[in-house]
C-alpha cells in the first residue's frame, strides 16, 4: 500500500525523492502507531478517534507543533489517495485542526560568519577538504535547497553561458546565474574532481555515486559549527542567508523569489521578516539613544 502510495508521489505529483522518503516516514509512524497503540493492521478501518490518539501520542512524547501538522498533512494526502485508488471510503485526517505553532524567524550568518565558514584554512589539505569547501560556496552562492545540490551535474553547468540548470521541486527546472568567482571555484573542483561524464554529480563520493543527503547535512554542520553561533546549523541555514543577504543588498522580493524557485511570492517574504529583525539589532546596537 504504501509502495503504491510512493510510486504515486513520484510520479504523478513529481515530488522529489527526499520529499517523497519524508512521506513514506510519517506513514510508517502512522502504520506503527496502529499495530501497536490500536491493535490496527488494515489503515483503512482508521477513523478521527485513531488520528487524535495518535495527535495526542506525539504531543506526549515533545514533538513540536510544526512536525505534528507536517504529519497530519500526509495523512490527509494519503486518504485522498485511498479514496481515488484503493476504495477508501472515508479520510479520517479531515477535520482534524492543525496545532498552533509558534513564529520562528531563523537568523541567518552575517557576512563575517560566511566569509569564516568559506576561509580556505579551515578546510583539509585533501580532495574531501577541497569538495567540502566548493560545496559550502555553492549552497551559499546559489541558495540551494540540499536535494538541489545533490542532483546537481555536470551537464547542467554552462560556464561559458555564465548559467546553471537545477532541477527543484516538483521537477520544476530554473536557470540561475553563475558568479565569476563561483567559475573559478568550479574549475578547480574539476581538477580535483574530473567529470566523468555530463550525467556525472558535481558533488559525489570517491565512488562517484552521489552524496548521501546525511552526508551533506553532517559536512555544513561540521563546519557551521566551529564559525556561526547560529541554531540552525543544516543546509537550508544557507539557503535562508543567500535571500537574507540579497534583501539586504536591495535586491527585488520578486527576483529572490525566482532564484529561490519558490511557486509564489508569500514563500518568500519570510525573508523580509527575518531581514527587518536583522535592522532592528543594527539599529539599537547603533543608534546613540539605543543603547
Given at each position: ?17 527526499a ?14 502507531f ?27 512524547r515533545?514533538m ?9 498533512s ?67 552562492a546559489?541558495?540551494l535547497?540540499?536535494?538541489?545540490l545533490?542532483?546537481l551535474?555536470?551537464?547542467?553547468v ?12 516538483r ?8 558568479l ?43 563546519y ?18 543567500f ?11 520578486s ?9 509564489n ?12 529583525e ?5 539599529y ?8
Open positions: 500500500m504504501l509502495e503504491s502510495y510512493a510510486e504515486y508521489l513520484a510520479l504523478e505529483r513529481r515530488l522529489s525523492p520529499t517523497v522518503e519524508a512521506y513514506v516516514s510519517d506513514m510508517s509512524q502512522w502504520v506503527v496502529l499495530e501497536w497503540h490500536v491493535g490496527m493492521e488494515d489503515l483503512l478501518e482508521a477513523d478521527r478517534s485513531h488520528v487524535r490518539a495518535w495527535v495526542a501520542n506525539m504531543v506526549d515533545g513540536d507543533a510544526r512536525s505534528v501538522n507536517r504529519k497530519l500526509t495523512l490527509r494526502s494519503f486518504y485522498r489517495f485511498a479514496e481515488q485508488s484503493m476504495g477508501a471510503t472515508r479520510n479520517p485526517a479531515l477535520g482534524i485542526p492543525a496545532l498552533k505553532e509558534k513564529k520562528r524567524l531563523v537568523r541567518a550568518l552575517t557576512t563575517d560568519e560566511v566569509e569564516a565558514l568559506l576561509d580556505p584554512a579551515l578546510f583539509p589539505a585533501t580532495r574531501e577538504g577541497q569538495r567540502d569547501q566548493f560545496l559550502l560556496f555553492t549552497l551559499y546559489f541558495g535547497r540540499r536535494a538541489e545533490i542532483g551535474k555536470h551537464g547542467d554552462d560556464v561559458r553561458e555564465g548559467v546553471i540548470r537545477v532541477l527543484g521541486k521537477n520544476k527546472e530554473r536557470q540561475l546565474p553563475v565569476p568567482a563561483w567559475a573559478e571555484a568550479y574549475e578547480e573542483h574539476l581538477q580535483a574532481w574530473p567529470a566523468m561524464a555530463p550525467a556525472a554529480p558535481v558533488f559525489s563520493l570517491e565512488s562517484g555515486k552521489p552524496l548521501p543527503p546525511r552526508l551533506v547535512y553532517r559536512i555544513v554542520h561540521s557551521l559549527q566551529g564559525t556561526s553561533t547560529v541554531e540552525t546549523k543544516s543546509p537550508h541555514i544557507l539557503r535562508h542567508t535571500a537574507t543577504h540579497l534583501l539586504d543588498m536591495g535586491a527585488d522580493l527576483a529572490i523569489r525566482s532564484l529561490l524557485g519558490h511557486a511570492l508569500s514563500a518568500t517574504q519570510i525573508y523580509t521578516h527575518a531581514s527587518m536583522q535592522l532592528k539589532r543594527v539599537h546596537q547603533s543608534h546613540p539613544k539605543g543603547r
